[in-house]
């Protein structure tokens, strides 16, 4: 059974600092990996998709990797601001769409 | 604009009193879900549908229902609902073209019962 774990829960950073938010998954048998952005009380924003036969994608600043052998995916966030603050989970799609309990992230001005 | 709808946002409602949550998309996606957020819990998926007429379970579907009439609406059903069903919920869809598409959600229902 998929089990999808994100480390840290909870996040605080100075505004500027660049950081990585990890993401793992038990089975290695997926066709991508998919990170969101929840805000309070909203719905989730996909941020970036990673096709299994894929390393990494950027968006902006964003960066995602993915390592399918490790079952390890990072989110990297360059410059943090304070509007990124939220909460990011990743998905791992299988037979199913798996989610970790995310990542609260809170970034000070 | 690619957007999923669901109503009610919000609703208060009493043990027993059978409610349907509504979902609507416009990208003409086959398939459309349903899940509840719980604290600690994380995403859990009530129901799934690959297409109208095609409905499955998905990890948490006891106290549920569902149907996939058309294809852009999934509604979810709750016959009896009991305060054990207050949650978070969310609608998603997403094209079945390819393995890597991408899911869109609603904005979520707040459902309390009481």
């Known amino acids: 059974k998929q089990e999808v774990t994100q480390i840290p829960a909870a996040l605080s950073v100075p505004e500027g600092e660049n950081l990585v938010l990890n993401c793992s998954f038990t089975?290695?048998?997926?066709?991508?990996l998919q990170w969101f952005r929840q805000d309070p009380g909203k719905g989730l924003t996909s941020l970036l998709l990673?096709?299994?036969?894929?390393r990494e994608q950027t968006s902006g600043r964003l960066n995602a990797s993915l390592d399918k052998s490790s079952g390890r995916s990072t989110l990297y966030i360059a410059a943090s601001q304070p509007g990124d603050s939220a909460t990011y989970l990743c998905?791992?799609?299988?037979?199913?769409?798996?989610f970790g309990q995310g990542t609260e992230l809170s970034v000070k001005p | 604009e690619a957007q999923v709808t669901q109503n009610p946002r919000y609703l208060i409602t009493v043990t027993g009193k059978k409610l349907t949550v509504t979902c609507s998309q416009n990208?003409?996606?086959?398939?459309m879900s349903w899940y509840r957020q719980d604290p600690g819990l994380g995403l859990r998926q009530i129901y799934y549908s690959m297409n109208v007429e095609v409905t499955d379970k998905g990890d948490v579907p006891e106290g549920y229902k569902v149907s996939r009439k058309e294809k852009r609406n999934f509604p979810l059903i709750l016959e009896s609902p009991s305060p054990n069903q207050t949650s978070l919920y969310f609608c998603?869809?997403?094209?079945?073209?390819?393995?890597?598409?991408?899911?869109?959600f609603g904005e979520g229902s707040w459902l309390t019962v009481v």
């Open positions: 990208m003409n996606h086959e398939y």
């Open positions: 998603a869809s997403k094209s079945t073209g390819g393995l890597g598409n991408t899911i869109y």
């Open positions: 089975d290695s048998a997926i066709y991508n």
């Open positions: 998905a791992v799609q299988g037979g199913k769409l798996i």
């Open positions: 990673i096709q299994s036969s894929q």
